[in-house]
């Protein structure tokens, strides 16, 4: 059975929760488990913040599974303090970040680094240049 409290909050962001043993369209969610993990271990203020931040911004509604959301919390908690100042800044940022496109490159890393750390660590990188000291990579 899904939690109760899983499935009112994604409501509120538009999100469909299906079980476990359906393939999710862009939207939709299986990763209740996770969800609620986070909703149990973190609050549901850091579980809402961390389904708004992927629901409303572009092109990050296929990483409503539990790579995208795991990381997106590690994102939250290490970022706290910055959307607070500016919640926008934080969701415009997320806006213009290929997330997708990082998501596809660390699972091919599957096997030599969780895909959530792959993820974090390239989502890191690039909401480092907004908040905090631009690191310019140079190859």
């Not at 409501?11 to 469909?16: L, N, T, V």
């Not at 290490?78 to 926008?88: H, L, R, V």
């Not at 970040?97 to 998501?103: V, Y």
């Not at 030599?112 to 974090?120: D, H, N, T």
Request: glycine share 8%; net charge negative.
């Amino acid at each position: 059975m899904i939690d109760p409290r899983v499935i009112a909050l994604c409501e509120e962001f538009g999100i469909e929760v299906l079980e476990s043993t359906s393939y999710p369209k862009l939207g939709q969610t299986r990763a209740h488990g996770t969800i609620r993990n986070m909703i149990d271990t973190l609050g549901e203020d850091h579980a809402r913040t961390v389904l708004m931040t992927l629901a409303e911004t572009a092109n990050n509604k296929a990483l409503l599974d539990e790579v995208g959301l795991w990381m997106c919390s590690d994102m939250v908690k290490w970022f706290a303090p910055d959307i607070e100042k500016n919640a926008s800044l934080w969701l415009e940022t997320w806006d213009r970040m290929p997330i997708g496109f990082l998501q596809s490159r660390a699972h091919e890393l599957r096997g030599a680094v969780k895909p959530r750390f792959a993820l974090g660590g390239m989502v890191y990188l690039m909401l480092r240049q907004v908040y905090g000291q631009p690191e310019p990579v140079e190859i």
